[in-house]
Nanobody
Framework: VQLQASGGGLVQPGGSLRLSCVPSGRTFSTYAVSWFRQAPGREREFVSATDPRGVTTAYADSVKGRFTISRDNAKNTVYLQMNSLKPEDTAVYYC????????????????????WGQGTQVTVSS
């Protein structure tokens, strides 16, 4: 499965962006999907995840209340709505996926995901 992440860009602090993750050649409805990010000089970190049906979600504490993960299985797309963006949100954002459910406690672990997208740059700056 190849994942295509898009929607990044340059935005001022307090602004919003919506990222999208689309798989090529597969139906996404059976996949758990997550977003991770990596800033220059820092390790990759978990941002958010959703189960295949979009019922169970998880968020990093740093984005809780500002970011919302959702999915439209009819459109075969997972979204990450990012509001109230801060300079510290600047990073390359990656979507990742795994076929089947993942228990909530494992959703934050990068190693459980089998497929990764190429990343989309998000820059928050005035």
């Amino acid at each position: 499965v190849q994942l295509q992440a898009s929607g990044g860009g340059l935005v001022q602090p307090g602004g919003s962006l919506r990222l999208s993750c689309v798989p090529s050649g597969r139906t996404f409805s059976t996949y758990a999907v997550s977003w991770f990010r990596q800033a220059p000089g820092r390790e990759r970190e978990f941002v958010s995840a959703t189960d295949p049906r979009g019922v169970t979600t998880a968020y990093a504490d740093s984005v809780k209340g500002r970011f919302t993960i959702s999915r439209d299985n009819a459109k075969n797309t997972v979204y990450l709505q990012m509001n109230s963006l801060k300079p510290e949100d600047t990073a390359v954002y990656y979507c990742a996926a795994r076929n089947g459910r993942i228990v909530l406690s494992a959703m934050r672990r990068a190693g459980v995901y089998d497929y990764w997208g190429q990343g989309t740059q998000v820059t928050v700056s005035s």
